[in-house]
């Protein structure tokens, strides 16, 4: 019961973000702000995971391949898989429900407890508007932050079989292009636009609706955390079976 | 003028305002009274439209709140200012963007008609060298003052304030009552304030209800309330020591 209040409350939330509008000369702002904090500032941790978990994934395929009938440039086609399909999309995403999540929830939550929100709404400003909407729209810068994850994953695949002497550039360039699906790429990029609406709602519902005090905050960061994820893996359970299944 | 209609409000089990009708006069300032724990928040919140009564009429200016649409409920908001108990500034704002912010969310003011207003309720407030610092870098008296000069900048009808002098020393509580109390009269704002401080009272109450759970027990102006045989108002008023002995040398001197 409380998880179905939960889940209305949640598209409630939804159709308020859309109402109502902040002024766009204010809005433009907290656009900027919210790229720099959500994208902008989760870059680093990207690139660096990308590159060694490729490098993984790379080393991973090259010790399993002990049948001498199987091919080299299986590597370069397994790590291009892995990446582009699950990887970059979904396990980045799972890693930013942790970085952006965290940072969502608590910044609304301190406002929230802090009485910030209701200075808004006492103001005549829709706060789920204000608050919520630059984020949904900076996140839609997300799917480059997945391109950045997929390239360098690649990269780090690359590099790690190249100069771990598992697989010669030439082989894996060949695996990396070998029987190539575009529409993988689509399906992944369309998972990515889902991740990116429910990393900017779901943090944000958890710290708009939170009551308490600083500790709660945190608790609220965690729960946030917990269901964050649990949503990006169904959503990307559902997106596989109808788009590839 | 705030008409209160038998208000009331639940949480859950919890009665917390059982049921409250009173009326607060523009140009004046009203003081809300009572222990705390008593409900002076929720009644102010609920006159803000951020509770919503269970039952009872809140009417501004003769018109019920419950029969305003959305852009008469916006449009009084912005008639509208409110100090919160902890200031509610907006941390990722400077001092001066927290007190322009209802001008550029509301007013087609240009950016230096804001920053002159903005410079015009600092000074009133007496806050003149903080302009680019953030609500985390300045004392919690001097963010009661942002808190105010953001309330008052865009010219509201109704001032509300909660708690306006916790957490201050007694002599910036008192400059800040008498601000608020000449802001009142200046702009015949109707002035709302939540208080347990009986410096305020003495000080500024023009009109003061005495909340007691959930109840108004009692309303009057501060020359009566310390002429009141109501027991639970004197033991709220004579809860100080100091008071105690006024109280008996006035009780003394008449006899
Ligand atoms: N949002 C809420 N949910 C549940 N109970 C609340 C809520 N807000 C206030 N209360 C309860 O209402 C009562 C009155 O609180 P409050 O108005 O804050 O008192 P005061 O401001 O006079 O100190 C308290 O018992 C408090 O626990
Ligand atoms: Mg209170």
Request: proline fraction near 3%.
């Amino acid at each position: 019961m409380t998880y179905l209040t939960a889940i209305g409350g949640y598209f409630l939330m939804i159709k308020n973000v859309f109402r109502r509008p902040t002024k766009w000369s204010i809005l433009k702002d907290l656009i900027f702000k919210e790229i720099e904090d959500l994208i902008y500032n989760s870059m680093g941790i990207v690139i660096f995971i990308s590159f060694f978990v490729g490098g993984v994934v790379a080393i991973q395929t090259a010790l399993n391949i002990d049948n001498p009938l199987i091919p080299k440039y299986l590597v370069g086609f397994a790590t291009r898989q892995s990446v582009i399909l699950e990887f970059a999309p979904t396990f980045t995403s799972i890693i930013m429900a942790g970085k952006m999540g965290s940072y969502i929830t608590s910044s609304i939550g301190t406002m929230r407890v802090t009485e910030q929100i209701d200075a808004l709404e006492v103001m005549g400003v829709n706060s789920i508007n204000y608050l919520v909407l630059p984020k949904i729209i900076a996140l839609m810068l997300y799917p480059f932050v997945v391109a950045t994850s997929m390239f360098l994953g690649i990269v780090g695949g690359w590099a790690a079989s190249v100069y771990g002497g598992y697989s010669n550039s030439a082989d894996f360039i060949f695996g990396l292009q070998d029987e190539f699906i575009p529409f993988h790429v689509t399906y992944a990029f369309i998972k990515t636009i889902l991740f990116a609406f429910i990393l900017a709602t779901i943090p944000s519902y958890h710290g708009y609706f939170m009551r308490g005090g600083a500790l709660e905050v945190g608790k609220a960061s965690t729960t946030a955390f917990v269901w964050t994820s649990i949503a990006i893996i169904l959503v990307n359970y559902l997106t596989t079976q109808l788009l590839l299944g | 003028m705030i008409e209160v209609d038998n208000l009331r409000k639940s949480f859950g089990d919890t009665q917390v305002l059982k049921g409250i009708t009173t009326t607060f006069e523009s140009g004046k300032t009203n003081l809300i009274i009572g222990q705390s724990g008593s409900g002076k928040t929720v009644f102010l919140k609920s006159l803000l439209g951020l509770h919503t009564p269970d039952d009872g009429t809140i009417s501004y200016s003769g018109k019920p709140y419950s029969e305003m649409d959305i852009d008469e409920r916006v449009g009084l908001r912005q008639k509208i200012g409110m100090v919160f108990q902890g200031s509610a500034l907006f941390d990722s704002m400077t001092v001066e963007e927290n007190v322009m912010f209802p001008l550029r969310m509301f007013t087609k003011m240009s950016k230096s008609e804001r920053q002159d207003r903005a410079d015009m309720v600092l000074k009133r407030v007496n806050l003149v060298n903080a302009h680019k610092r953030f609500p985390a870098e300045i004392s919690g008296g001097m963010q009661k003052r942002v808190a105010i000069a953001r309330a008052i900048v865009n010219r509201p009808k109704y001032l509300f304030c909660d708690e306006p002098n916790s957490g201050l020393d007694p002599k910036t509580a008192i400059v800040i009552d008498n601000l608020v109390n000449e802001i009142t009269k200046e702009f015949e704002i109707t002035t709302v304030i939540n208080t347990h401080d009986m410096n305020s009272v003495m000080e500024i109450g023009e009109k003061i209800v005495f909340l007691r759970k959930g109840l108004k027990e009692w309303e009057g102006s501060n020359k009566e309330i310390f002429k009141t045989d109501n027991e639970a108002v004197t033991d709220f008023v004579y809860s100080s020591d100091l008071f105690k002995k006024v109280r008996q040398m006035y009780i003394e001197e008449r006899n």
